[in-house]
Structures are given as C-alpha cells and as structure tokens.
C-alpha cells in the first residue's frame, strides 16, 4: 500500500524515464571536461534517441544558464527526430510571457502529436535574486494562466504579477485534451509545496532516504488533500548498474577518482538552484553517509559532490537495482527519472540488463490526455476561424 493516496493506485507500470545533459552535464570522470562530451544539439540529441531505443518513456529536458542547449529550441528539434519517447520541457516560470509561453507549448504539443509534459521550476534567472515568496508566486500564476489558455475559451487573471481580461485562447489550445500537458514538480519549501498540492499531476522528488521521501509524499498530500486532489509521486536519481554489485561500486569509485574538491564545489555553485532548499537536502545527504558515501546500502551520494540538485546515484547489479525500484513503487511512486555518466553508456547499461524486467507506461497516455487521432484544436482538425 503506498504511503499517502495517489492519482493511480491501480497502475502496475511505471514511467521510466532518461535525462538529456543539456546544461553542460555529462562526464567521464566527474569535474574533468571532456570536448566529446559537450551539450551540443549532436550529442545530446543523441541521448535522447538513445533513450528511445532503450525503452525510456520519457526524457527530461532541463534549464539553466550553462553552455548547451536553450530547452524548448531543443524539444523542438527532437520531434521529427523522435517517434514514441516523451520530451519533459523545463520551464522556468516568467522567462516568457505566459500568455505567449502557453502559445509555445501548444505549439510543441502539436509538434510531438502529445508527446509533450513540463517540469515546472522556480529558481532564480541569471543575474538575478529574487525573494522565494515572489518566484512562487510567479509561477502559481504562471500555471494558473497555462491551465485556463489550455482549458477555457478566455484567459481571465487577477494576479499580484500578472494580469489578463478576455483574452481568447484559440493559439494556446494543445494537442493533448482533458487539461492539456501534465505538470511535473519539484521542491521543498512550504510555498513550493502549497503550489504544487494545488495545481501540479506528478511531485518529483530527489534521492534521501526513503524515511525522509516518506515525508515529503506526506507532506504535499496534506496540502492536496486541502484542495481535494491525489497527485502522483516521482523520483530523480542517478544510476549506475552494472552486471554484479562489485562492478558497480568499482565504476561509482572510478567516476570520481579525478575529481578535485573546489572544481566540484565551483559546478555545484554555478547552478541557478544552488542557494534552494533542495540542493541543501542534498548537501546534508553527503554529511550524513558512511566512508564509501552511501546512506543506504545502493544508495550512493558521490555524484552530488559535482553536482548541484539531484546528487545520488542507485548503485547494483540488476538485481539490486529492480528491488529497489520496486520498493519505491510499493511506497506509491509512479515515475523515474534516472541518468548516469556518461549518458549514452549509462542509458544502454539500464536497457540491456533492467529495463526488459520492468513494466512501464506513458503517464499522459495513462491519464487519458493523449487522443488516439489529431483532436478538433485550431491547430490540428478543428474549424478554422
């Protein structure tokens, strides 16, 4: 039985999802620049046509301010080049006017013929500090304004940020039916949490141990619960399984073996989310492990010693590795988003020795969002006006 209420307690598969490096993130050896390794749109297009060749049903997409890829430009060009993965797009809320940012989005949807979910973040812009109430509250008007342009006729806002009077929704209408592309959230703090038990489908989570995931579930649930809603529960972790458990505490030794402790620190700081509560939960993550880095026995906090944001890796034979997924899936989790260096190997290690053992979903598709033919959308078979 899972530990709070979920949206699909009957679902016996599980989204599994990859991650493309975007952001300047994909390594050899952990702090150590590789060129071959660069966030091009060639390499890391190729992660996610790997991801789809793998079986992963979904990819995450991320946003900062590092050399590579600019995230929408680049789900964009994945649609022709993808035919069943799903793009999970990070949108940093207010980087675009939302009217025009729910424009975008439908946009992309009827690109990837619905294909499409967003991860919802908060954090600070480049060159800029902003109190935490204002970001979310930036973003609950954000996606306030997204449901209504994806669901109503007319975009009707009073907000303390933005604000909006009969504002037909024609261009903003998406792909996808039944309250357009699903929501995926993360984050700690009571206004993050406030937002997301109120609007968002799927809270992600990043790797602590499952006592204190635990408590996360329970407490965004209390929220949801507030406003009569379930939500479903997702985990963000790296991975590295190989063919026994040896093999993959030598790799986990060996991905860090270069790494010198101030490089680390300055990738870690460079990140726009490097001040949040989250990343600090991952810090103490690192105080709290034995001598090889470990909090639980394949649970491994080295990669966060390079890494701001999610900073552990699930570490095993394949064996290990599917126990511990389905202990979270007992827990009520419904979504993975793994990721492992460098990508594209770490990506074909997960498809060759786990993934033929898992069953695995869309969740869009599960949440009936995704229609089976075009959908009567201005942009798709509907009338033209």
């Known amino acids: 039985m899972s530990i709070v209420p979920i949206t699909s307690p009957g679902l016996d598969a599980a989204e599994i999802s990859w991650f493309s490096a975007l952001c300047s993130d994909d390594y050899r050896y952990l702090g150590v620049p590789d060129g071959s390794l660069r ?41 022709p080049i993808t035919e069943n993965i799903n793009l999970l797009a990070a949108v940093r809320c207010g980087e675009m006017q939302p009217i025009m940012l729910a424009r975008t989005i439908a946009t992309l949807d009827h690109m990837l013929k619905g294909r499409l979910t ?50 037909p929704t024609d261009p903003a209408k998406p792909y996808q039916q039944n309250g357009g592309p699903l929501m995926y959230f993360g984050g700690y703090s009571p206004d993050a949490l406030e937002l997301c038990g109120q609007h968002c489908d799927v809270y992600l989570m990043w790797p602590e141990t499952k006592d204190e995931l635990a408590g996360r579930m329970k ?41 010198d402790d101030e490089q680390g620190r300055a990738i870690r700081e460079r990140a726009l989310d490097a001040g949040s509560l989250g990343v600090s939960h991952q810090a103490k993550n690192r105080e709290i492990a034995d001598l090889e880095g470990f909090i639980e026995p394949h649970l491994w906090t080295g990669v966060g010693r390079a890494r701001s944001g999610c900073g552990a890796a699930i570490v095993g034979s394949a064996d290990q590795v599917l126990s511990e997924i389905e202990a979270y899936q007992k827990m009520g989790i419904r979504a993975f988003i793994f990721s492992g260096y460098p990508h594209i190997d770490e990506a074909e290690h997960f498809g060759r020795l786990v993934m033929p053992h898992l069953k695995t979903c869309s969740l869009p598709h599960e949440y009936g969002r995704v229609p089976d033919a075009t959908p009567a959308t201005p942009l798709g078979n509907g009338e033209r006006r």
């Not at 946003?63 to 964009?76: E, H, I, P, R, W």
């Not at 480049?126 to 975009?155: C, H, M, N």
């Not at 972790?237 to 030598?250: F, G, K, Q, S």
């Open 219 to 259: 407490a965004v649930n209390a929220v949801a619960e507030r406003y009569g809603r379930t939500l479903d529960y997702g985990l963000r972790v790296h991975m590295i399984v190989r063919d026994t458990e040896a093999e993959a505490r030598e790799y986990a030794r060996e991905l860090v073996s270069k790494l």
């Open 118 to 167: 967003i991860n919802i973040i908060s954090s600070d812009f480049p060159g800029e500090k902003a109190d935490s109430a204002f970001r979310y509250q930036r973003s609950r008007e954000v996606v306030e304004i997204l449901k209504q342009a994806w669901t109503q006729d007319q975009i009707n806002h009073q907000g303390e940020v933005y604000q909006f009077e009969g504002v």
């Open 39 to 79: 966030s091009s749109w060639q390499h890391c297009s190729d992660i996610v046509k790997t991801a789809e060749a793998q079986g992963f049903r979904n990819v995450l997409c991320p946003s900062s301010y590092q050399v590579g890829q600019d995230t929408l430009s680049f789900v964009a060009g994945c649609a």
